[in-house]
């Protein structure tokens, strides 16, 4: 009588009667600093998590279809892109028009490639379609692409401007050293 007791107090007052699971708390990086603090694993979790969206984005694929070519497990996605999702009346989860996770992109300078991190999908949009005009560049020689991002900045997590690099004699020098292969655009990619 007494454990009934108990666990009608538990119920009334929210509580259950089972063991409450417990939510291990994610913390979401915000910046640069936070990102590179996480360990490699988690860096990739996220990166993945971002790639995932912007496939959902990108493609309209449904979220364990996207999840599923990037090795990560959807609810993993859920949790952690979660103000990226919206969920429809039908249960699945299409993700928004824009979103605030945070990506952390390599754009180039006169001295290399920088890696920056951006908290707006469309700031890492135009970076990725800046990255497809150098490469369009690179391969071809034609630079009718790279004319569009002559005098574009791009702003980092911080709020900081990055005007992108549009030097053919740059653009021409730093791939000859291998340094611009479209993989080279996300942290950690190829050098």
């Known amino acids: 009588m007494r454990k009934r007791k108990e666990n009608s107090r538990r119920i009334l007052s929210g509580g259950s009667a089972r ?3 417990r939510r291990s708390k994610i913390s979401i990086p915000r910046t640069a600093e936070q990102y590179f603090s996480l360990p490699e694993k988690e860096q990739a979790t996220w990166d993945a998590v971002a790639h995932v969206i912007s496939l959902m984005r990108a493609d309209r694929i449904s979220l364990p279809r996207a999840a599923k070519e990037f090795g990560v497990d959807p609810e993993e996605v859920k949790k952690r892109g979660r103000g990226a999702l919206r969920k429809r009346k039908n249960g699945r989860y299409l993700a928004t028009k824009t979103d605030r996770l945070l990506r952390v992109v390599s754009i180039l300078k006169k001295n290399g490639k920088q890696e920056i991190a951006t908290r707006d999908s469309r700031q890492a949009s135009l970076i990725g379609s800046y990255w497809a005009a150098v490469q369009q560049y690179l391969n071809t020689g034609d630079d009718s692409a790279l004319l569009r991002f002559k005098t574009t900045r791009v702003i980092d997590a911080s709020g ?4 992108l690099l549009t030097n053919l ?3 021409s020098r730093l791939g000859s050293f291998g340094v611009l292969r479209f993989e080279s655009m996300y942290a950690g990619g190829a050098v």
């Open 160 to 163: 900081k401007r990055h005007l």
């Open 19 to 21: 063991k409450s699971r």
């Open 169 to 171: 004699a740059e653009l």
